[in-house]
């Protein structure tokens, strides 16, 4: 927790110094630029907050503010959504891009037209401002050391562990796979193949009883994104056995899994950090003043019961 407030705080204090030494010719200039935020979908509480954080920071420094998204994870959705913002003269995009291969030309279109990109949360393989995110891959160790430390206070030093993840092009779930298999597979236990659900609750659930359905000596399951967790939780929740579950993220769902103790921790981002401190940058960009740093980890903390 003191992590966590210390990583709002210090985005806070960035934030507020912008508007603080930014001169009031370069405040006029910003002031009323169109800035949008893209987000991979509008079906996770993750992207609610980084809304939440982005709109507080864009009516604290006058920018016109938007935010669009597809109701699901879909490539062409969001290219379309990225086009749409171009189409609609915006001065700049704030983006956590869903694949950043299949994103890319968008975004150098976009860049041609003058509109300049920040990255929250996942980018794109186009250089951009600046990219606030989790670091993912410590992020995911942590999650593995989490579940190492759960199984061994459990009395279970072997067996199978099972993740649900999204898929394999969002650089964010995947280097929360990887860090998470890093740390667990050297720890001995036995990782079984991912399986990717894009996210969706139900499908993740389906995918984690087959899990537990299919392997006697199953100890652990991990989710590696809002609605992965939520499904796997519930599939623990439905089966009645003692797997210890870890996951990613927080929503009410998430919370309500971790108190029923279906659930024994879940990694939880600063979605709102990450809207709040990347309007933040996004005004200094359109002000013509120094952005600070290319990458900002916006920090993670572990939820437990």
Avoid at 20 to 41: C, E, F, H, N, R
Avoid at 77 to 103: F, R, S
Avoid at 168 to 194: D, K, Q
Wanted: no cysteine; glycine share 10%; proline share 2%.
């Amino acid at each position: 927790m003191k992590k966590a407030l210390k990583v709002l705080t210090m985005a806070t204090m960035a934030a507020l110094s912008l508007s603080v030494v930014a001169p009031a010719a370069s405040a006029a200039d910003a002031k009323g630029q169109t800035v949008y935020l893209i987000t991979m979908d509008k079906m996770d509480q993750h992207w609610v907050k980084v809304d939440e954080g982005a709109k507080t920071m864009a009516a604290a420094v006058g920018l016109k503010y938007k935010w669009d998204a597809p109701d699901v994870k879909d490539n062409a959705k969001q290219i379309e959504a990225v086009n749409n913002a171009v189409a609609d003269k915006a001065n700049l995009i704030l983006l956590a891009a869903n694949d950043p291969k299949a994103i890319s030309t968008a975004v150098k279109n976009a860049q041609s037209k003058g509109v300049k990109i920040i990255y929250v949360d996942s980018g794109a393989d186009v250089p951009a401002i600046a990219t606030l995110s989790t670091n993912n891959f410590q992020a995911g160790a942590l999650a593995g050391k989490t579940m190492i430390d759960e199984l061994k206070a459990a009395g279970k030093s072997a067996g199978k562990i099972g993740i649900v993840s999204v898929n394999t092009a969002t650089n964010s779930t995947m280097e929360r796979e990887n860090g998470f298999r890093g740390v667990v597979s050297a720890a001995g236990y036995t990782i079984l193949t991912t399986e990717y659900k894009d996210g969706d609750a139900a499908a993740s659930q389906e995918a984690a009883t087959g899990f537990i359905s299919g392997n006697g000596d199953l100890v652990g399951l991990y989710g590696a994104n809002e609605g992965s967790t939520v499904g796997v939780g519930n599939a623990i929740k439905a089966s009645g056995k003692p797997i210890i579950g870890i996951g990613f993220d927080k929503s009410d769902a998430i919370l309500g899994l971790l108190k029923s103790g279906a659930l024994k921790a879940a990694m939880a981002q600063n979605p709102f950090t990450m809207g709040y401190l990347g309007v933040a940058q996004a005004y200094a960009a359109l002000s013509d003043l120094s952005t600070g740093p290319a990458v900002i980890d916006t920090g993670v903390s572990v939820l437990r019961k």
